[in-house]
């Protein structure tokens, strides 16, 4: 929703090189940011997520960062593999029940 | 997906006529969702359940119902199908309402022609 804004819409990458998806949020006391990936076919799956209380978060290949005075919050995917293709999503929980809500979206294409 | 399951996967329906989805899940999860995905909207909150009988308007509601009699099944109908809700529908579970993951389903693609 208008609450969360998300970029590229679209992102093509060489094999081995990296990819950042960028994220921004409305309210500043949203504090929960969880990051989806979505295959084509299947349901978005949970694959990182980060608490207001911390600045960077990695597991494996994928990382998060969050910056809250910006109010923005990046994905980050090293060393791309043609598996990493796929729709990626960001949310955010927002004030006052604190309900996720989507970003629009980013189709990432790992090129072999 | 391990726990919560939707039906059917497909449905072509015809305009004007009641079509319901139902989402399954095993995991006795409080909160449940339903989510439409379409290009360039992402994924839009229609309803969503907070507990047995408990239900709430998303974002997107209009020419949307749903019911929860039991913890583990959330029906979205709608009441009278329009091409504009061609989409793919998803159902999401949560524990807690925003501070962990949602677990979703696998989606249904809904074409009303």
């Known amino acids: 929703g208008e609450n969360v804004e998300q970029h590229p819409s679209t992102l093509s990458v060489q094999e081995g090189d990296s990819a950042v998806i960028k994220c921004t949020y409305s309210?500043?006391?949203?504090?929960?940011f969880p990051w989806y990936k979505q295959e084509l076919g299947k349901g978005p799956q949970l694959i990182i997520d980060?608490?207001?209380?911390?600045g960077e978060k990695k597991d494996q290949r994928i990382a998060v960062t969050l910056n809250k005075t910006a109010k923005h919050f990046s994905l980050h995917i090293t060393e791309t593999q043609p598996e990493d293709s796929a729709v990626y999503f960001c949310?955010?929980?927002?004030?006052?029940?604190?309900?996720?809500?989507f970003g629009a979206g980013t189709t990432v294409t790992v090129r072999a | 997906d391990a726990g919560i399951t939707q039906s059917p996967r497909h449905k072509v329906t015809e305009t004007g006529t009641p079509v319901t989805l139902r989402c399954h899940q095993t995991?006795?999860?409080?909160?449940m969702y339903w989510y439409r995905q379409d290009p360039g909207h992402g994924l839009r909150l229609i309803h969503y359940?907070?507990?047995?009988?408990?239900?709430d308007k998303g974002e997107v509601s209009d020419g949307y119902s749903v019911s929860r009699s039991k913890t583990e099944d959330f029906l979205l109908t709608l009441e009278s199908a329009t091409s504009s809700q061609t989409s793919v529908y998803f159902c999401?579970?949560?524990?807690?309402?925003?501070?962990?993951?949602?677990?979703f389903g696998s989606g249904t693609r809904l074409t009303v022609v």
């Open positions: 309210d500043s006391a949203s504090n929960y």
């Open positions: 999401a579970i949560s524990a807690t309402f925003g501070d962990y993951g949602y677990t």
């Open positions: 949310a955010a929980s927002i004030p006052p029940d604190y309900k996720l809500s």
């Open positions: 995991e006795n999860h409080r909160y």
């Open positions: 359940s907070y507990g047995v009988k408990d239900t």
């Open positions: 980060i608490r207001s209380n911390v």
